[in-house]
């Protein structure tokens, strides 16, 4: 009893050091450190953060008269985590006693000994330097060279204490449910045991509500055992009330959650998204008539199972129907051969059916029964086939029982208790009589009625949820809405459930690292999985801030744990990856924000998504598209009376979120780790999934002290790929300038038309001799190489010939709108100092203070003198100067001057002409093609108009000055000019698709958009 009560107050004085340690972690960043580590040459050691001497430990055990020898060590192998062990060779026996006997007597005192010896020293030293434990030995084992040797030295029995007091003793035994197991030491880590986050949240929510105490996740991770914790648990400040079943109002309202899911159900009414199919493949037959009392007694047991949700005036209520009343009735299903394609068929096909939440029973069963491929089932063979009985033509194997749960009443921890309970009850009908099980505390209305209670009113600031959304209104502020994900197709008005799966196995060698990085970093396997997930969005281009989901089971009520109904919660983390941290650095940061966010899981997030104000949209889940979920896969499936079962995978192909991660660990601590990607199949490809499950199994196998930037996500094909075939993109294109390409283009295809407007229509051939005319006069003015020539002209035959006629002199061609302000107009003219504008005289007189005075730098296209001198020239090129090389300026254009002054940009012939030849051989344009010329003057899209369509003997028809604005003119001339190819600003682009005269344009090709963001 003494001893017992001694060694209970140095784990009461080892708890309060862990609470200690957690109030300094709560106030401060804790410093990155090993469990135990030599620091020093003087052997000093970092001790779950005391600086530990253990010459202070062995000192203080040579002063004891019973000690001839002592060292103490600090050892790292032992179950209950690094600690101080003291070993110690007794004084010697009194005089005349053998060494036979003095030897019995350590084998028979030692023990006793140790412990007294360690008694004393708990007298007279911090607890921190108590060992925790002595071990007496003969001699004290040393090297060849007469040093200590360490590797020798034995490690201690350190038997399991007992708990200390009703609390620590509940504590246990919490821990033991939490678990999962029979019963947990006082000292034993919960996460060394197989703790996980979810478990963690869990045995916290639990822990508060069985004690009425204070415990935050954060706390757990600190203490990690029972003794620990006992000390950290302080009275609660805010005690909720009690979940008990009590009486109901006559309409019972949805949780949050449900109420969520059913309005997503009235917008997408022939969805399986929300089907939770459960198939297990059995060892023989259902006996059917005992399945369906098990199914009945089921649906009495859980009232989720038999709650249907019919709305009054577009508002849902829970309509519990009187077990006596409901029934699931299993159907029965032949399959038609053993083969596993007959059967997967056949499951997809049980259980992708929709439920009609007003109406059904939001469960249904399934009995697959084998048949021989050979005969199948024939009409006679059927009729005869009896509940339970042969089948006719033979059998070939076991039923699959599938049972499909809408979520609405069930969520992914539902499984255990629905398929326990299922199991329990067909034993007994089987047996003839009905199950005999506790009643359960409570039901899922009783918590509906409950939570509301607890979450209180969004108007009260020291409500539950307004205390919760506080937290989450600081913690998201500034999160993207959505990231920036590598989508093979724009994102949609609506987002579909359409969706795919792709499967990967995590090799022993990475799995066995992050099992060794998590206990490193004393952090969870998910948050190591958080945190090469964050990784792998950060290197696919989705920024350093990371908003990620996850989903919680929402179960931290004791009574809830036994219970079927919807409870999950989903989190939203958010993690920063910035500062090219390494991946130990990134996990020690996911973990401290994973745990903030356990500890405010309360808030459903469907009330968080109201009080965010977060901006709704049918294309995208709000505040985050990206999950991550970490499961345990359970060794076996019930065993259903005499009958084995093992889980059979079903996928309804169906998908919630963008992107959702899950990564499974599978029975027995070194169970291999598998992962599945499930994807939307609107935004993605297959082949970009399995991509992704490539890139994410290198980010886990990365080395975790390399930083973040130097993972490689890419395989030596898909270098291959990105470097060689990708990057081959080297096209032979003569160094030319644009005249030297208009001409080769205007012999190729003299004839064809090249110009349709309302005031001209040119060949090829016209348009060229025409444009080479207009050349010479501008050459005679003083242009050429290095010369701008503006162009301020209505989009016309004149404006392109115009354009034309600039680059065959060899000048810079400068368009300019007239449309713009005469203030504007004045400011590019004056940047750019023009040898020569050339307007006519109706824009001239419009802009006049704009312009320089006629007949000085103003040249008017239409002047009676300036056409009887174009018509005097010769139909070729000018030679008066020479060409222009393919460096000089081909045009310039202005920005936008939206922040500050618009400047100038200079494009060289050998970028127009590379950037013209690539636009024709992408997107090939001939004789009998026609592209719309709308583009503003001055946009860039304007040039490649007048100068791109010509060069592959395409045909320009012009738009009206006006008519670019208008979706019914530009759908009619497309229609009636016979239009094949034209380009739109995306914002305009959208206009024109939802103008119902656009609808029938066979005739268009190609449509190319660009000179804003790109929707989606």
């Known amino acids: 009893m003494g001893r017992g009560r001694r060694r209970g107050s140095g784990r009461r004085r080892a708890a309060a050091a862990a609470a200690e340690r957690a109030t300094r972690t ?11 580590r030599a620091d020093r040459a003087d052997d000093q050691v970092k001790l779950r953060g005391h600086r530990v001497e253990p010459g202070e430990s062995e000192a203080a055990l040579r002063a004891l008269p019973e000690v001839a020898h002592a060292t103490v060590v600090a050892r790292a192998d032992l179950p209950t985590g690094p600690a101080l062990v003291a070993y110690v060779v007794p004084a010697r026996a009194p005089a005349g006693q053998s060494t036979a006997d003095a030897g019995a007597a350590l084998a028979a005192d030692g023990e006793a000994l140790g412990r007294a010896l360690r008694e004393r020293l708990a007298r007279t030293l911090p607890e921190y330097l108590v060992p925790a434990a002595v071990v007496c030995l003969e001699r004290l084992p040393l090297t060849a060279n007469g040093k200590l040797d360490r590797a020798a030295l034995p490690a201690p029995r350190l038997a399991p204490a007992a708990p200390l007091g009703q609390r620590e003793e ?20 919960f996460f060394a045991a197989g703790g996980h986050s979810l478990s963690a949240m869990r045995l916290v929510g639990t822990v508060r509500a069985a004690l009425g105490v204070t415990l935050a996740v954060r706390d757990l991770f600190t203490a990690r055992t029972p003794a620990a914790t006992t000390a950290l648990l302080r009275p609660a400040t805010h005690q909720r009330a009690p979940l008990v079943a009590g009486p109901r109002p006559a309409e019972l309202l949805l949780s949050p959650a449900q109420r969520r899911l059913w309005f997503l159900d009235r917008l997408d009414t022939g969805t399986a998204a929300y089907n939770v199919p459960i198939a297990l493949r059995l060892t023989g037959r259902v006996e059917l008539p005992a399945m369906r009392a098990a199914l009945r007694d089921l649906v009495g047991r859980h009232e989720a199972l038999r709650t249907v949700f019919p709305d009054a005036d577009g508002v849902p209520r829970q309509h519990v129907v009187p077990a006596d009343r409901a029934r699931v009735e299993p159907d029965l299903v032949p399959v038609a051969g053993p083969d596993d394609e007959a059967l997967t068929t056949a499951l997809h096909t049980a259980a992708v059916r929709p439920f009609d939440l007003t109406s059904d029973r939001p469960l249904r069963a399934t009995v697959l029964r084998p048949r021989p491929a050979a005969t199948g089932p024939r009409p006679a063979e059927a009729a005869a086939e009896t509940e339970g009985g042969d089948t006719p033509g033979g059998d070939t194997g076991g039923d699959v029982l599938l049972l499909v749960l809408h979520h609405i009443a069930g969520d992914e921890w539902s499984v255990r208790p629905l398929l326990g309970d299922l199991s329990s009850a067909y034993a007994a009908r089987v047996a003839g009589h009905a199950p005999r099980w506790t009643a359960l505390p409570v039901q899922y209305a009783d918590y509906a009625l409950w939570q509301r209670e607890v979450l209180g009113d969004e108007d009260d600031p020291d409500s539950g949820v307004s205390r919760q959304t506080a937290y989450w209104r600081q913690r998201l502020a500034g999160a993207p809405g959505e990231l920036a994900l590598p989508l093979d197709r724009p994102r949609g008005d609506h987002a579909g459930y359409d969706g795919e799966v792709v499967e990967f196995t995590v090799p022993d060698d990475v799995r066995r690292g992050l099992r060794e990085l998590a206990r490193r970093t004393r952090a969870t396997p998910f948050m190591v999985a958080h945190a090469a997930l964050a990784v792998l969005l950060e290197r696919l281009g989705a920024g350093r801030d990371l908003p990620i989901g996850t989903l919680i089971a929402g179960r931290d009520q004791h009574a809830l744990h036994d219970l079927v109904g919807f409870f999950v ?11 090219d941290p390494t991946p130990g650095e990134l996990v020690e940061r996911v973990k401290a924000a ?22 709704r949209s049918l294309a995208r889940h709000p505040l985050f598209q990206v999950v991550l979920n970490r499961q345990t896969r359970t060794p076996a499936g019930p065993r259903l009376a005499d009958l084995d079962s093992a889980p059979v995978a079903v996928h309804t192909r169906t998908a919630k979120f963008d992107l959702t991660f899950t990564l499974v660990q599978h029975p027995r601590a070194d169970g291999k780790l598998t992962g599945s990607i499930t994807y939307r199949t609107d935004l993605f490809d297959a082949a970009t999934a399995r991509r992704l499950a490539t890139h994410f199994s290198r980010v886990l196998a990365t080395q975790p002290d390399r930083p973040v930037t130097a993972i490689d996500l890419l395989t030596g094909e898909e270098r291959h790929r990105v ?24 012999a190729r295809t003299p004839d064809a038309t090249a110009v349709i407007a309302d005031d001209a229509t040119l060949s090829h051939r016209e348009l060229y001799e025409q444009a080479a005319r207009l050349a010479d006069a501008l050459v005679r003015r003083g242009d050429g190489p290095d010369r701008v020539v503006a162009v301020l002209l209505p989009r016309s035959a004149r404006s392109v010939l115009a354009a034309h006629a600039v680059q065959h002199a060899g000048a810079a061609y400068l368009p300019l709108d007239p449309a713009h302000p005469a203030e504007r107009l004045a400011a590019l003219l004056a940047d750019t100092a023009p040898a020569v504008v050339l307007t006519d005289a109706t824009t001239a007189a419009t802009l006049a203070a704009a312009l320089p005075a006629p007949g000085a730098r103003t040249v008017l296209i239409d002047d009676p003198a300036l056409v009887a001198e174009v018509a005097a020239h010769p139909t070729t090129p000018p030679a008066a100067t020479r060409p222009p090389h393919p460096l000089n300026t081909a045009y310039v254009l202005h920005t936008s001057g939206s922040t500050g002054r618009p400047k100038a940009v200079a494009v060289p012939h050998r970028a127009l002409v590379n950037r013209l030849v690539w636009n024709q051989r992408r997107f090939p344009l001939g004789p009998g093609d026609r592209m719309l010329h709308k583009a503003a003057p001055g946009f860039d899209v304007s040039v490649w108009e007048q100068f791109g369509p010509p060069l592959g003997g395409a045909a320009l028809v012009f738009a009206r000055p006006d008519g670019h604005l208008d979706p019914v003119y530009l759908a009619e001339t497309i229609r009636t000019r016979r239009i094949t190819a034209t380009h739109f600003v995306p914002s305009m682009l959208a206009l024109f698709a939802a103008e119902p005269a656009a609808a029938d344009l066979g005739g268009l090709r190609w449509v190319s958009s660009g000179g804003e963001a790109l929707p989606g």
Request: with cysteine.
């Open 723 to 746: 470097l060689r075939q990708w990057n081959d993109t080297a096209a032979e294109v003569a160094p030319a300038t644009v005249p030297q390409a208009l001409a080769d283009a205007a």
């Open 26 to 36: 709560r106030t401060r960043r804790p410093r990155r450190r090993a469990s135990a």
């Open 569 to 579: 919660n989903t989190l939203v983390l958010r993690t920063d990856v910035s500062g």
């Open 170 to 189: 509940l504590l246990c035994r919490l821990f033991a449910d939490a678990l999962g197991v029979e019963s947990v030491a006082p000292d034993q880590d």
């Open 594 to 615: 994973d745990l903030e966010a356990f500890d405010h899981a309360q808030v459903p997030f469907e009330k968080l998504v109201d009080a965010l104000g977060v901006e």
